[in-house]
């Protein structure tokens, strides 16, 4: 059974940044493909970056040229870097996978079988 663990969230003034991480345990994260996703309150979450097994990753639009996903494979864990932040990216924040091997693409949430708990993101 994976479990993840999110941290680094908290409460910024626009054009600030952040540094959010995602410890994986029950997996070795070289054999998950993860992602992060965001839900902000009245709205569905939504898809932000993904990491796949081979390392290949990608963005949603509203976020690309400001965030970077990355990953720790000897410390099983995954960052989210999220520089100049907007109220829009106020939300919560979460981290998924799921073992597909071949995936290359953001997929929807409910296609992902391991969650975190979520991590608070402010920004004013």
């Known amino acids: 059974h994976v479990q993840l663990v999110e941290s680094g969230g908290g409460s910024v003034q626009a054009g600030g940044s952040l540094r959010l991480s995602c410890a994986a345990s029950?997996?070795?994260?070289?054999?998950?493909?993860m992602a992060w996703f965001r839900q902000a309150p009245g709205k569905e979450r939504e898809g932000v970056a993904y990491?796949?097994?081979?390392?290949?990753?990608d963005y949603t639009y509203a976020v690309a040229g400001r965030f970077t996903i990355s990953r720790d494979i000897a410390g099983d864990t995954i960052y989210l870097q999220v520089n100049s932040l907007e109220p829009e990216d106020t939300g919560m924040y979460y981290c998924?996978?799921?073992?597909?091997?071949?995936?290359?693409?953001?997929?929807?949430?409910?296609?992902?079988?391991?969650w975190g708990q979520g991590t608070q993101v402010t920004v004013s």
């Open positions: 998924a996978a799921s073992p597909y091997r071949s995936c290359e693409r953001l997929v929807p949430a409910t296609s992902l079988r391991y």
């Open positions: 029950g997996s070795a994260i070289s054999n998950l493909y």
């Open positions: 990491i796949a097994i081979n390392g290949g990753t």
